[in-house]
């Protein structure tokens, strides 16, 4: 995709509502999908898709809400479907995540590993185990950075009420792991990373006059940004489909808003006769020159192959010529907090035919 043509959408992913356990309306998630300017809302309820089936999935004015499903059973991997037409129900009895991942490619839809790396906190009964099943090929993404499990790695007996009132002390970016991961991944195949939420708002006693990380706060924080191709469509069909189509392709990055507003980022390549932008594949030319354009002064870091390739600091602007393959990403950092990642640019030595 040429960079010249890019159309920058801004949305959130994994979203609870009352179709499971989340305590929002659609109503009242679009009401504050409007406050926080986003484009777009995925909602991703437990193993089931209801709010499709009772029409939630539309344009709410400028708002584009479509739904998907989180798939799983309590202290299993979870995977977040998307573009899948019928509820796909986990088997209690015998679970496999790599069955449910192969019904939603099989109803032609696709999704994420959610909270990858999982969480064990036995003081609040939580556990999440790690997802192990990295060769299938069936999954497009993971879920790189996520506010709910960025918050709960950091939390415990002593400190929750702290950071119960002062939630983005917490937030401290993605696990290294997790990072690690994805760039060994992306050595293999492409592979999307996004952010996401996993939002319930709750009220939990005794803070029964207080939201549990509410819709409002989280909104403004951890997004998803989608580079397409063209304008999204009063109609819905179009614009789910351009919208499925840059997610799974990597065509986006994913950064906290709440920290500075990342709208405007870009990292494209240069060749002699087109550009590439993140997402892209590419059989490496003789050279290649780099570009990366953050809107306010950052420390930016070009990472390839999951290695620091090249540093910059308070800067808007970096720029190099590369003349070796690899797969290269961009972080970007405003006073020493995480604030944006982008998806990678592969160029490799060999394209499989």
């Not at 304008?231 to 919208?243: A, D, F, I, Y």
Request: charged share 30%; aromatic share 14%; glycine share 6%.
């Amino acid at each position: 995709m040429d960079k010249q043509e890019c159309y920058e959408y801004v949305g959130v992913l994994h979203v609870h509502t009352k179709y499971s356990d989340g305590s929002g309306s659609i109503k009242k998630i679009v009401k504050e999908a409007k406050k926080a300017g986003l484009d777009y809302v995925i909602i991703s309820d437990h193993n089931n898709i209801i709010a499709k089936k009772d029409g939630a999935e539309r344009w709410h004015d400028n708002v584009l809400l479509l739904v998907g499903e989180e798939i799983g059973i309590k202290r299993t991997e979870h995977y977040l479907a998307i573009g899948i037409d019928e509820t796909i129900e986990p088997d209690n009895d015998d679970y496999d995540i790599r069955k449910s991942i192969e019904i939603v490619k099989l109803q032609g839809g696709f999704g994420f590993i959610a909270h990858p790396y999982g969480i064990n906190k036995k003081q609040f009964k939580l556990k999440i185990p790690v997802y192990d099943y990295w060769d299938d090929p069936n999954y497009t993404g993971i879920e790189i950075w996520s506010y709910m499990h960025d918050w709960s790695h950091n939390v415990n007996l002593f400190n929750i009420f702290y950071y119960y009132i002062y939630p983005r002390k917490a937030i401290d970016g993605p696990p290294k792991d997790i990072l690690k991961k994805w760039d060994e991944l992306c050595q293999k195949r492409r592979v999307t990373g996004i952010g996401v939420l996993d939002v319930h708002a709750k009220y939990i006693f005794p803070f029964v006059m207080f939201q549990f990380l509410s819709y409002r706060r989280t909104f403004q924080s951890i997004r998803t940004h989608i580079l397409a191709s063209s304008k999204l469509s009063s109609n819905l069909e179009e614009s789910k489909k351009l919208l499925y189509d840059c997610l799974k392709e990597g065509y986006c990055f994913f950064a906290d808003d709440y920290i500075a507003d990342s709208r405007g980022f870009r990292f494209y390549a240069i060749l002699d006769d087109s550009h590439l932008i993140m997402g892209d594949e590419y059989k490496m030319p003789e050279k290649v020159n780099l570009v990366v354009k953050t809107p306010l002064p950052s420390k930016i870091t070009l990472i390839k192959d999951g290695k620091i390739f090249i540093e910059k600091d308070d800067s808007c602007t970096l720029t190099t010529e590369v003349t070796n393959s690899g797969v290269y990403r961009v972080e970007a950092k405003i006073d020493n907090k995480p604030w944006i990642y982008s998806n990678p640019i592969y160029l490799r030595e060999n394209l499989d035919t």
